[in-house]
């Protein structure tokens, strides 16, 4: 069981940097990999990066390569997303996900949201112009 917990959302304007952080209690990070999702009103649930359990593979949404990063301190139990240069429509609550993995497989990761077996409550994130 892992409980998950973001932090970091906020209101700030277009062209400014948040970073979100998920920190995880219960079973440790080690095995599991993470994603990000987000949720804008009145669209659906929408993938937007995730790293494996080891950190060796990443993967960024096309909306969001360039200028979202996607990072994880296993030490910490804590994973982070980094997003700069913020548009306003990147505004939506923003979710983390631990999805469990085998240790024999370091560096898979996807963007399918069945996959992910506990999330967090959601961070908002609003970006005005």
């Known amino acids: 069981q892992v409980q998950l917990v973001e932090s970091g959302g906020g209101l700030v304007q277009a062209g400014d940097s948040l970073r979100l952080s998920c920190a995880a209690s219960?079973?440790?990070?080690?095995?599991?990999?993470m994603g990000w999702f987000r949720q804008a009103p009145g669209k659906d649930r929408e993938f937007v990066a995730g790293?494996?359990?080891?950190?060796?593979?990443?993967l960024i949404a096309d909306s969001a390569k360039g200028r979202f990063t996607i990072s994880r301190d296993n030490a910490k139990n804590t994973v982070y997303l980094q997003m700069n240069s913020l548009k306003t429509e990147d505004t939506a609550v923003y979710f983390c996900?631990?999805?469990?993995?085998?240790?024999?497989?370091?560096?898979?990761?996807?963007?399918?949201?069945?996959?992910?077996?506990?999330w967090g409550q959601g961070t908002q994130v609003t970006v005005s112009s």
């Open positions: 996900a631990a999805d469990s993995m085998s240790p024999l497989a370091p560096n898979f990761v996807t963007q399918n949201s069945n996959a992910y077996d506990y």
């Open positions: 219960g079973d440790p990070l080690s095995y599991y990999a």
């Open positions: 790293i494996s359990w080891s950190g060796g593979n990443t």
